[in-house]
């Protein structure tokens, strides 16, 4: 591996990034979606409960009770790109449109045509975290939770040099914790209602409970529970989930901001691994459906200027995220990995 190059000094020393999967766009700027609040489309069983939960007259005001962090936190005080309707545009490049595709893009940075199922296969590729885990600033102070259980392998933990803990496998680092003892019990003992996947409560918690103990610089986690309920047909539950994503990432900050070792000095971002169909196609994605290469992404931290929800600019690609990550923490991966997207200048000092 080429030496890494320093870029500027910024006063980003941690990250976090959290991932929800397949999170659509729609939601994430108009809000809860009135073609789906029904029986037909989204079985909703409980109309007028489901609308007093998230229904307002407003996109705005609909996006605000759905992710109330995600508008009222990050999107004030750093930058939300992927918003159709305003001229911003963020998208998936490697034509498949799931999940391990648009992960090992995010993490590695390119596409890969080798990557063409969700299958358990070793990554052949090394992610930014791997990458950065070598540099001497960096090992063991890198971590990754998820809770599917193909992320051992789009990590490649064999190969990776950290910690990878996700579905149903017990965390077993921090021994003597009794919140992770008992999060290893519900993973053993609560109804695997997926086979692949936990519900997003354990590893978010698990991940809260690592981050409190060991104080890594970077932080992965990431979530399922929105592709899940989304392939199941339950706007309801889909839409609860995202709002817990949201509350997560609020306990997160809220978290990081209580510590000096991270306060002002940790960058946040938020992303899924694609989108999904619109109207009856909201259940699915992939390559029969277009539409759902479109994603979105947002960022907060002291390094990222308050431009707030962007709108008639270039498109921004899911192979960028990648080199941003390490940009924000002063690294120049683009330069290591010449076929990664560029860092998304507009996220980083000026
Ligand atoms: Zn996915």
Redesign the pocket.
């Known amino acids: 591996m080429a030496a890494a190059r320093q870029l500027a000094t910024y006063k980003t020393e941690n990250i976090i990034f959290v991932m929800t999967?397949?999170l659509r766009w729609q939601e994430v700027f108009r809000g809860a979606d009135p073609a789906l609040m029904n029986k037909e489309e989204g079985g909703v069983t409980d109309i007028p409960a489901l609308k007093q939960s998230y229904w307002r007259e407003s996109a705005q005001e609909r996006r605000e009770v759905l992710l109330p962090f995600v508008w009222n936190t990050m999107a004030k005080g750093g930058q939300i790109f992927g918003n159709r309707d305003q001229g911003s545009e963020a998208s998936v490049t490697n034509g498949f449109n799931?999940?391990?595709p648009?992960?090992s893009e995010t993490l590695c940075g390119f596409p890969d045509p080798r990557i063409h199922s969700?299958d358990k296969v070793p990554n052949p590729n090394v992610t930014v975290l791997e990458w950065l885990s070598k540099l001497p600033a960096f090992q063991g102070k890198i971590a990754a939770f998820g809770a599917?259980d193909v992320f051992p392998s789009i990590f490649n933990a064999g190969r990776a040099g950290f910690p990878v803990n996700a579905g149903y496998d017990p965390f077993d680092l921090l021994p003597g914790s009794p919140r992770a003892e008992l999060l290893n019990q519900l993973k053993a003992e609560s109804p695997h209602v997926w086979e692949d996947e936990t519900f997003d409560v354990i590893p978010f918690h698990t991940a809260l409970e690592y981050l409190k103990a060991r104080h890594p610089r970077v932080l992965y986690l990431s979530l399922?529970e929105t592709?899940d309920w989304a392939h199941a047909g339950n706007y309801t539950e889909y839409l609860n989930a995202a709002h817990r994503v949201d509350d997560y990432l609020a306990m997160l900050w809220k978290t990081v901001q209580s510590m000096p070792k991270y306060r002002g000095k940790t960058t946040l971002i938020f992303s899924?691994?694609?989108g999904r169909g619109e109207l009856s196609d909201w259940k699915g994605?992939g390559q029969k459906i277009p539409d759902s290469k479109y994603i979105w992404m947002a960022f907060l931290g002291p390094d990222t200027p308050a431009l707030g929800e962007r709108g008639r600019i270039p498109a921004v690609m899911q192979n960028q995220i990648a080199a941003t990550l390490a940009a924000l923490l002063g690294e120049d991966y683009h330069s290591s990995v010449p076929q990664s997207g560029m860092p998304v200048s507009d996220v980083l000092p000026r």
């Open positions: 999967d397949g799931f999940s391990y648009g992960y969700n599917w399922g592709d899924p691994d694609h994605h």
